[in-house]
């Protein structure tokens, strides 16, 4: 069984504390099947063998592990410009963790101590934001928490992370523009005693950068003020620093895709042609119960775990569908994301039905929770509007909420487009929309709102008290004022 192997293998980075942890799960694991073993009629062993090469165009390298202890992963991430081929044929002086685009991928488990020792070699100071992670206030990698970064000196990040899921990572001072240069990186959990797998896993990190036919990088404020209120969405769409990369499938075979939009503004909403998907995950790891769906839409900063289990058919261009963000009466012609390459061998067989609880996630009670309104508005007339939250347009906003409460904030958008709204530091459950609840219950921190739409979340804080921001994640309107702070206290 492969996932077993796999998991020995990681295991054995971490020294013998961590392969005794492991073997000891996985004996449990495989007790029943050791004592089945010689009772004949034996069932044929499942075929779930990927293709050969399957993923080779499209993995990403994760990031060293420095330290030797089970439980603490130690990364050093360093921010610095390289050239790289993104476009084929041109050289371009990219902005990157470690010299690749994306960054590493960190991995960890649940519980486990993450340590980023930081350098920054850009031309300007940056910081680091862990998006979606629960980290202390003091290391969410904003200003109001945390001195920039200049050009030559380090940090060191240190958090543990108390949930399983897909993150990312990303600066957050001039975080438009940086973000656009190229950087961002994902950031995995998983869970610290691993259950079989829902599938092979692959990482999908979606989003694009702006290339001039020279190959420089194009500038970071073009358009001027269009370009802050429409968010700028560059010339050259990438899935993991690529332009329409293929990944093999092999029929009856199980995959897991995870999936980030680290885009500065651009929506990605894609389907995958004569294949069925579900969604498994979202922004804060497993749904409470598989939901199939016909495509999928994700905001910027948002993310979503897809299971797929291919059927036989024909090898297929993935197309990038308009998201339509700006609600405007024709819809965008379809363009090319990745590319889903069927190969031609038997169907595999054996893999098992997703179970119908993937996670269990209680509802929070609300009993008693204090309500907050939350409006994304703009000011001015068409040609130089400014964009902001509950009448502030300047960033000055600062809601206050007590540590260890619960809170009900009523999210509107009172604008003509669509704007993802980002929570740093806490998940939350979407109650309702315009009164009508979720088809299952989930973790988020990023979510669209829409004009005329009322969109009701919970929000359990805990002690981790500080200030933190919330903000469009359209990351050009969190520059032209559609961002706030929340000082929570104790």
Known sequence: MRWIGRALSRAGRKGCVSWARRAAEIAVFLLPVIL???????????????????????????????????DVVEVHLEARVVALEVVPG???????????????????????????????????????????????????????????????????????????????????????????AGLYGAFVVEEAAEEAPLGDELLLVMSDIDIEE??????????????????????TVLVNGKILPTVAARAGVPQRWRVVNAARARYFRFAVPGQPLVQIGGDGGLLESPLPVDDVTLVPGERAELYMLPVEGESVVIPRLDANRFHLPKVEEPGDLMRLELVDEPPGHGAPPLPARLAEIASIDTAGARGQPVEFMEQGDPGGAVLGINGQTDGSLTLSAQTNT???????????YDHPFHLHGFSFQVLDIDGVAPPVRAWHDTINTVPGETLRIAIPFDDRAGMWMFHCHILDHADLGMMAMLHLMP
């Open 36 to 70: 089945l073993g010689g009772c004949g009629d034996e069932e044929e062993p499942p075929d779930l063998r990927q293709p050969a090469g399957w993923d080779d165009a499209l993995r990403l390298p994760d990031a060293e592990d420095h330290d030797p202890a089970p």
């Open 90 to 180: 041109l050289m371009t002086e990219v902005w990157t963790y470690n010299g690749m685009l994306p960054g590493p991928t960190i991995r960890a488990r649940r519980g486990d101590r993450v340590v980023v020792k930081f350098e920054n070699h850009l031309p300007e100071a940056t910081t680091v934001h862990w998006h979606g992670l629960r980290v202390p206030a003091a290391m969410d990698g904003t200003e109001h928490m945390q001195k920039p970064i200049e050009p030559g000196e380090g940090f060191e990040y240190s958090f543990i992370v108390p949930d399983a899921g897909t993150f990312w990572y990303h600066p957050h001072l001039r975080s438009s523009a940086q973000v656009g």
């Open 214 to 235: 020279d190959g420089s990088l194009g500038p970071s404020d073009s358009s001027g003020w269009f370009g802050d209120y429409f968010g700028r969405e560059g010339s």
């Open 406 to 416: 619960v809170e009900i904030w009523t999210l509107t958008n009172a604008t003509n």
